[in-house]
């Protein structure tokens, strides 16, 4: 009952996974409605749009979505609005954020060479290859090495992750004032054709 009417081939589905099917205009279109209408204070909404957003700046690859359900619930924020925030970070927007927390980080560690966006991407893809090694390395007989984990973790997890703190508050910040009038605006528009719809069907009433 709920299968596609026309499956999607292997080629598709991973194009999917970075480009949505109806593309990212309609995408960002969805996300703008599923936000307005979330049942919740504008304030509570707002929260969990700044956190969403600020995770998306972390290179927490993976766990964005937990992570950006905790900062929503210690802020006492709508959880749903943290995750559908998320959509801040996509391929168009990474290479920015990626290139800003690198240079913000490695700038305030006081170093002179940054590592490229490439370079970041590239370390990433090597520390999940080398977890999976380590990880089948425990049931056979090949030795568990860490090397490219510890390379990571300094050159590149370090300053992107202080970078994209810093950015993050930012622009969750922003991101929190900039929605607040918004949901508001919309809720406020809402509430008033509801009011009209409900004076006109009573004065239809009334001349019956």
């Known amino acids: 009952m709920f299968k596609r009417r026309s499956p999607r081939n292997f080629r598709q589905s991973v194009v999917n996974l970075f480009?949505?099917?109806?593309g990212w205009g309609r995408s960002a279109?969805?996300?703008m409605h599923r936000l307005r209408r979330l049942p919740d204070s504008p304030e509570r909404i707002a929260k969990?749009?700044?956190a969403g957003?600020?995770?998306s700046c972390l290179p927490l690859f993976g766990l964005h979505f937990i992570a950006a359900a905790s900062v929503a619930w210690a802020l006492r924020g709508n959880i749903l609005a943290s995750l559908l925030a998320t959509f801040f970070g996509n391929p168009f927007?990474?290479?920015i954020i990626v290139v800003s927390a690198l240079e913000l980080g490695n700038f305030l560690l006081?170093?002179?060479?940054?590592?490229?966006?490439?370079e970041a991407m590239s370390a990433f893809g090597a520390l999940w290859g080398e977890l999976g090694r380590n990880f089948l390395a425990v049931f056979t007989s090949d030795?568990?090495?860490w090397e490219k984990f510890g390379r990571f973790g300094w050159d590149v997890f370090v300053p992107y992750m202080l970078g994209g703190a810093i950015i993050g508050?930012?622009?969750?910040?922003?991101a929190y004032f900039l929605s607040l009038p918004l949901i508001r605006a919309y809720r406020n528009r809402r509430l008033r054709k509801l009011q009209e719809r409900f004076e006109q069907a009573r004065k239809s009433d009334a001349k019956k």
């Open 53 to 55: 957003v600020a995770v």
């Open 29 to 31: 279109n969805y996300v």
């Open 143 to 145: 030795s568990i090495v």
């Open 48 to 50: 969990g749009v700044a």
């Open 19 to 22: 480009i949505p099917g109806g």
């Open 110 to 118: 006081g170093r002179d060479i940054s590592a490229k966006a490439s």
């Open 93 to 95: 927007t990474f290479p």
């Open 169 to 174: 508050t930012v622009c969750g910040v922003i």
